[in-house]
Nanobody
């Protein structure tokens, strides 16, 4: 079992930056892949970024590639999402998710989810 807690969300002006954190409980978190997803009002939850267990492999949605960076510190049981050059359309609730089996961009492949953190970008 893994429990995930996101933090770092908030209100930021367009063009600004935020760093989200996903802190995990559990001694084996370093063996889990982690994904970030987001859900805007009235829209379906969508993939943002993913990182494999070691951090050697990462993947990004086309809409955030070049602006967002996912990383992890397994010693701290934490995964980060650095978000730069934020746009109004990045406004959403951001969720982190973890899975021991899958390194994936698909929502259905992740077994464990956090409660989400709100990111609001003002134009």
């Amino acid at each position: 079992q893994v429990q995930l807690v996101e933090s770092g969300g908030g209100l930021v002006q367009a063009g600004g930056s935020l760093r989200l954190s996903c802190a995990a409980s559990g001694r084996t978190f370093s063996s889990y892949a982690v994904g970030w997803f987001r859900q805007a009002p009235g829209k379906e939850r969508e993939f943002v970024a993913a990182i494999n267990w070691s951090g050697a492999s990462t993947a990004y949605a086309a809409s955030v590639k070049g602006r967002f960076t996912i990383s992890r510190d397994n010693a701290k049981n934490t995964v980060y999402l650095q978000m730069n050059t934020l746009k109004f359309e990045d406004t959403a609730v951001y969720y982190c998710a973890a899975d021991r089996t899958h390194y994936s961009t698909s929502i259905v492949d992740y077994a464990y989810w956090g409660q989400g953190t709100q990111v609001t970008v003002s134009s």
